[in-house]
C-alpha cells in the first residue's frame, strides 16, 4: 500500500506542476491580451479558474497525503505521545468520514447532475469540471488509510515499547 502512495503521490506531484504551469501560461496570455490588445479572452479566464478548482483539489489531496496541511497542534501537542497518536488517527478518520459523505457522495451527484451543463465559453461540459471533487474524495480516503496505518504502527510500537 505503501509502495502505491509513493508512485500516487510522484504522479500527482507532477499533475500539480502541470496545471500550474499551465496556469501560468494563461493567465500571462490573458493579461498581455486585455491590456496589450483591448482583447481579453474568455476561453483562458474560464480555463484557468477550471484548473485552479482542480488544483485546489488535487494539491489539497496531496498534502494531505504528506501530512504537510496546515493543523492546529497546540492542544495535541500537550498530550503524552500516545495519545497524541490517537488523536491523529481520530482526525484522520473524521477526515476521511468527510470526504466519503461530501466530496465522494456530494460530489458524485454534483457531478452527474452538472454534465448536461457546458460552459459558455468553452463547451465543455460541467460535470468534467465538478468531477475533481468526487476524484480528490478518493484521494483523501486512500491517503486517510494510509495514514491510519502508518500511526496504528506508531501506536503499536508504543505499546511494544513497555
Not at 28 to 40: D, E, L
Not at 73 to 95: L, N, Y
Not at 113 to 123: C, L
Request: glycine share 6%.
Amino acid at each position: 500500500m505503501l509502495k502505491i502512495k509513493s508512485v500516487l503521490d510522484k504522479v500527482l506531484q507532477w499533475f500539480c506542476r502541470v496545471i500550474v504551469t499551465i496556469m501560468t501560461i494563461l493567465v500571462t496570455y490573458q493579461v498581455i491580451s486585455r491590456y496589450c490588445f483591448n482583447a481579453p479572452s474568455a476561453i483562458s479566464e474560464a480555463m484557468a479558474r477550471y484548473l485552479f478548482v482542480w488544483l485546489t483539489m488535487y494539491g489539497g489531496a496531496y498534502v494531505f497525503g504528506k501530512r504537510q496541511h496546515m493543523n492546529l497542534s497546540f492542544v495535541r501537542d500537550k498530550f503524552p505521545p500516545k495519545i497524541k497518536t490517537m488523536v491523529e488517527m481520530f482526525g484522520e478518520f473524521v477526515i476521511g468520514v468527510f470526504a466519503v459523505i461530501v466530496m465522494i457522495i456530494g460530489g458524485y451527484v454534483q457531478t452527474t447532475t452538472q454534465m448536461i451543463q457546458a460552459d459558455p465559453s468553452t463547451q465543455i461540459p460541467m460535470g468534467y469540471i465538478y468531477s475533481a471533487v468526487p476524484i480528490g474524495g478518493i484521494l483523501i480516503v486512500f491517503y486517510a488509510i494510509c495514514n491510519e496505518i502508518v500511526l496504528s504502527k506508531q501506536l503499536k510500537s508504543y505499546k511494544e515499547a513497555k
